[in-house]
């Protein structure tokens, strides 16, 4: 059964079947949230809130654009407007860092070569520095960077989401690019002289 | 290979979409210069954490949390859309009553303060005045 057989039952009233657009499209848009909020718990909070948005303006889905374009519209305004606006302010998110500890957020690790701490230390300095890159990127950069990135969607598809052109995606994708090369080149730099002093 | 040309590839390097010739180019020029291999390094990590964070999957029990909030959602919306009518309708009829009651009351009031109707005799009732016919006067000389 395709999108628009799905839709045309759960406007009829067979509501049921929308589970069958959330199993479909449920990693996909966890995903996409996992590039804003790089935290499983928040992203799928954010997953939750995106098919809850999508189910109650079903009605107004014209079919003009494919339902997965469509709701990555939806899930890129749901995740921009939660990283304007976070969940838990920032300092209560730093003080439940202290009583919980780092090692709370398992996936932090990146499954990098070697296993010894200084080396685990390291990759997670370097993982911390890149997800706040991306994260100090402006919205539209962002947007572009992480639906390129974490998605692996062409330029096309991306402009269509966007609401732009393919120009704009490839602009957007440069100048990110640009930014997070000129954030990024200080901080390793910078971490091993630290290193070295201590 | 020029380092602008070098880094226009590194998207097409770590894709493993450069034919092998380009693939060389760009490894030699990488060995050469220092700027060029720091942003290869740093992009590696990058893709390395990147690539880490779409490994992480979703709990397998999303769907089912995701329809159990919209059923709660629904049924929810449908107790208070209920309770709604069942204060709105009585709280309508009793205002449209009141309303009712109130214009009786003004229009009354209207006809009853009309200055014709308080202050003007009839014709028929000064013809009836036997005094305005025969004076007192009169009726005391005779």
Request: proline share 4%; net charge negative; aromatic share 8%.
């Amino acid at each position: 059964m395709n999108d628009a057989e799905i839709i045309k039952q759960i406007l009829g009233g067979n509501k049921d079947s929308f589970r069958f657009l959330v199993e479909r499209y449920q990693e996909m848009i966890f995903r996409t949230c996992m590039g804003f909020v790089h935290n499983r718990e928040d992203a799928e909070d954010l997953t939750q809130e995106v098919f809850i948005n999508a189910y109650r303006s079903l009605s107004g889905f014209k079919g003009e654009a494919s339902f997965a374009t469509w709701i990555y519209r939806i899930a890129v305004n749901a995740s921009l407007n939660r990283v304007r606006k976070p969940a838990v302010p920032y300092v209560l998110q730093r003080i439940g860092h202290l009583f919980l500890g780092e090692n709370e957020r398992e996936w932090d690790l990146p499954d990098f070569d070697a296993d010894d701490p200084e080396s685990q230390i390291i990759r997670q300095e370097h993982a911390d520095w890149i997800r706040n890159a991306l994260d100090s990127l402006p919205g539209k950069q962002r947007t572009a960077i992480v639906l390129s990135r974490y998605e692996d969607l062409p330029q096309k598809r991306i402009a269509e989401i966007m609401g732009t052109t393919e120009g704009a995606v490839e602009s957007l994708l440069q100048r990110a690019k640009a930014n997070l090369r000129k954030k990024l080149s200080s901080y390793p730099k910078k971490n091993k002289n630290q290193r070295r002093k201590k | 290979m020029n380092c602008q040309l070098c880094q226009e590839k590194s998207d097409a390097y770590f894709g493993g979409m450069l034919p092998p010739d380009m693939r060389i180019q760009v490894e030699d020029h990488l060995v050469k210069c220092s700027g060029c291999a720091e942003i290869y390094r740093i992009e590696a990590v990058a893709m390395k954490v990147i690539g880490e964070e779409k490994k992480i999957l979703p709990n397998p029990f999303l769907a089912t949390r995701i329809m159990t909030r919209i059923e709660s959602a629904e049924a929810a919306e449908a107790l208070t859309t209920t309770s709604l009518k069942g204060i709105v309708r009585p709280a309508l009829m009793t205002l449209s009553l009141a309303a009712a009651i109130f214009l009786g009351v003004v229009l009354g009031n209207i006809y009853n303060d009309s200055p014709e109707s308080v202050h003007t005799i009839p014709v028929e009732l000064s013809l009836m005045d036997d005094a305005a016919i025969e004076s007192i006067d009169a009726l005391s000389t005779e």
